[in-house]
């Protein structure tokens, strides 16, 4: 069953200390500084969508705004920002005198709005039929068409007076709503639009809802909204500028939650124990801890892996320990088999075509080392400082591939023997310990667990 991010409230669960950063929005909501429209800027799966329903529900206490919620990725479809988010507005409306008068003054906002689309589709129509008119109805057809013109300048000229006087008459309906309870907008997905979308749904907040009392935040991804602007009006634009004409302050959630006084740690990596000591299928796993978090906090920061993937990731080591009947992960499973098997579920759930090429034997160890964060092998003659667990996953792994298999290769003498008993020593409690070309095989026998195939 889905669960409902509207209802959370930071009281609730606050595992990145979230919310002396909402309560600050909201200082600056409630100021006299020009702020509106906001921008909660972030990449894909940051946690921007419930840090929004958090803030709402946090204003919501105080009762003193209208506070409006428009998933703008679910409206894209219409087509009509303008019709999207004053469709919003009239939910918060309470029914009777005050709902009716706005509807009233909305509607002829609306209908010019959607009349002139229509118009310029029509015209755009005729152009493309009269393109493929026989010449011989040339002249006729050109006569006709200059008085369609002259008549469709005319009707557009007497349009944009109405809709000037329709939009004012909007704004002034605001203004009144407002003066009594001002308005907040949240418009949450608006980089998952389409392009044209997205740029239409920015001139409406700046052209049409710049009134006294209206304030706009929006939850989007800034670098999504530049590729959307240039898909537009074409790469020459500058997008930034562009941008900078309606945003008025942006800021961007943290990354990094602090843990103590002195250390700051990845949400991602706090996202990750979580999840895993919340399911009952995860807990006992002792991957939230030592060796198995060690690799996952570095993946997690080396790749920049998001909230979102996070839980990816926790739902396919879930699906193969269930697929292995609970016994690919336990917390006495030997290190070296549980960090394989770990890097097994890791590469099926990010880099399926590196995890293919590894059960077909033609895996490459500079892919693999490019993805795990190593060039090649790491110096080591047996003694402190010992490399990192990725850094001994490559020379195990990278040295059975395909190809480039000498970059993760120890060489003959007192350096192989160095690296082969520090490799001895994630299996020390197996009776009978993987040897060279067996290591891999952990890995393709989890990926092929995960393709439901019959290893368990």
């Known amino acids: 069953m889905a669960i409902d991010i509207s209802t959370f409230t930071f009281d609730e669960r606050d595992e990145f200390n979230r919310k002396a950063i909402a309560s600050k929005v909201i200082t600056l909501l409630n100021s006299d500084v020009d702020v509106s429209p906001m921008v909660i800027d972030g990449g894909w799966g940051t946690g921007k969508s419930e840090f929004c329903h958090k803030l709402m529900n946090m204003m919501k206490v105080a009762e003193s705004h209208h506070l409006i919620y428009v ?23 309470p029914e009777g005198e005050e709902r009716n008068s706005f509807t009233k003054k909305a509607i002829p906002a609306v209908r010019y709005g959607l009349k002139t689309l229509v118009k310029a589709g029509v015209g755009h129509l005729l152009r493309q039929d009269a393109a493929d008119v026989v010449n011989d109805f040339d002249k006729e057809i050109q006569k006709a068409a200059d008085k369609a013109i ?3 300048v005319e009707s557009l000229l007497k349009d944009h007076v109405k809709a000037n006087e329709s939009i004012n ?15 907040v907008l949240f418009v949450d997905e608006l980089d998952r639009c389409r392009p044209n979308f997205s740029a239409n749904m920015l001139e409406i ?27 537009c009006y074409g790469e020459a634009v500058d997008a930034q500028r562009y941008l900078d004409k309606f945003l008025k302050f942006t800021f961007s959630l943290p ?31 002792w991957l939230d801890r030592d060796s198995a978090l060690s690799l996952v906090s570095h993946l997690i920061n080396i790749s920049n892996i998001s909230l ?5 990731l926790v739902r396919h080591i879930q699906v193969y320990q269930m697929l292995s009947n609970n016994e690919g992960f336990k917390s006495n499973t030997i290190i070296g088999y549980k960090l394989l098997r770990l890097i097994g579920v890791i590469l099926f759930c990010f ?16 892919e693999l080392g490019k993805f795990l964060g190593g060039e090649q092998i790491v110096k080591f003659e047996g ?23 000498k970059l993760f290769s120890p060489t003959e003498g007192e350096n192989h023997d160095s690296w082969e008993g520090l490799i001895s020593q994630y299996f020390k409690q197996s009776g009978y310990p993987p040897g060279k070309g067996e290591r891999s095989k952990i890995v393709t026998d989890t990926i092929e667990t995960l393709r439901l195939g019959a290893f368990y």
């Open 71 to 93: 998933d703008a990725f679910q409206a894209d479809h219409a087509d009509e920002p303008l019709l999207t988010i004053l469709s919003e507005l009239l939910k918060v409306l």
């Open 150 to 152: 002259d008549s469709s």
């Open 169 to 183: 008459s909007l704004q002034k309906a605001l203004q009144d709503i407002a003066a009594n309870k001002k308005i």
């Open 205 to 231: 907040i700046k052209h049409t809802f710049d009134v006294e009392g209206v304030q706009f935040v929006l939850i989007t991804n800034t670098s999504q909204l530049k590729a959307s602007i240039n898909h």
């Open 255 to 285: 990354n990094q939650v602090k843990t103590n006084s002195y250390t700051n740690t990845n949400a991602s990596i706090i996202h990750y124990q979580n999840l895993l000591r919340k399911s009952s299928i995860t807990q006992d796993t």
């Open 308 to 312: 979102r993937e996070v839980e990816t």
């Open 351 to 366: 880099k399926p075509k590196l995890a293919a090429e590894m059960v077909d034997r033609k895996s490459d160890a500079k």
């Open 383 to 405: 003694e402190h400082p010992y490399p990192e667990h990725y850094q001994v996953i490559l020379v195990m792994l990278g040295q059975e591939c395909f190809y480039s298999s």
